[in-house]
């Protein structure tokens, strides 16, 4: 049975539209223990739903909740300052994060944080993941950016990835000493770069055990990354 007791105030529009976003939410978190990003309950995905004269809201996974019991149902429903609109259950400890996200970059529709290994890896050592495989140049348009150690629970992390990819083309960050976290027109897309970015960290990783990987020149990353953003799949 659907959740709408937080929602009685917003138009039946908006109530659908929550609805419609709980059950891709629900779906999306899937992938990422089918990609192998996640472990146990870490992880989460979330999605921005446009509320009408109004400040936005954001659905997203419950705290501490295993990925074998993510029902639509089970997802809650925040505003743009993290607080609890509806649900069940405590919001993710990453909500602020998205939250703040949302709140300063009007353009993302999407936001995703893993642990995955390879992308945790690099954050771990502080290094950007270099731009040397032409599907990096494509999805990433440059190296895969470093952003700033920030502690758990407010939104100090939102701060680093905004103040990080407001200067990058980059959908993903590597938040230091943290893991990935990745933004997109919609929830399914932000996956798409969680996916994304671990398989280029490991792909590079792969590449720096036989030898130094080279670089692509940056006119060639451009025209790479504009076809690739607006004609490939038009």
């Not at 501490?64 to 259950?89: K, Q």
């Not at 997109?184 to 996956?191: H, I, K, S």
């Amino acid at each position: 049975m659907a959740i709408d007791t937080g929602l009685a105030s917003y138009s039946d529009a908006v109530r659908e539209r929550v609805a419609r976003a709980r059950e891709r939410v629900a779906a999306l978190h899937a992938e990422l223990p089918r990609w192998g990003l996640v472990v146990w309950t870490a992880g989460n995905v979330s999605e921005r739903v446009v509320v009408d004269d109004g400040e936005d809201l954001l659905v997203i996974k419950p705290s501490g909740v295993s990925y074998d019991e993510l029902t639509p149902e089970a997802m809650v429903v925040c505003d743009l300052d993290a607080r609890l609109v509806d649900g069940t259950r405590s919001p993710s400890s990453d909500t602020a994060a998205h939250a703040y996200v949302y709140r300063h970059m009007p353009e993302v529709g999407g936001v995703v944080h893993t642990h995955s290994t390879y992308a945790t890896a690099w954050a771990a050592r502080a290094e950007p993941v270099p731009c040397v495989l032409t599907m990096m140049a494509d999805e990433f348009g440059g190296d895969v950016p470093i952003g700033p150690f920030a502690l758990i629970g407010d939104d100090s992390i939102g701060r680093g990835i905004v103040e990080t990819l407001r200067e990058s083309r980059s959908p993903a960050v590597l938040m230091r000493n943290h893991g990935p976290f990745t933004i997109g027109a919609d929830a399914r897309a932000a996956v798409k770069a969680a996916v994304m970015v671990e398989e280029v960290a490991r792909t590079v990783h792969i590449a720096r055990q036989l030898g130094e990987p080279l670089p692509i020149d940056q006119a060639d990353i451009d025209s790479l990354y504009d076809r690739y953003q607006n004609v490939y799949g038009r």
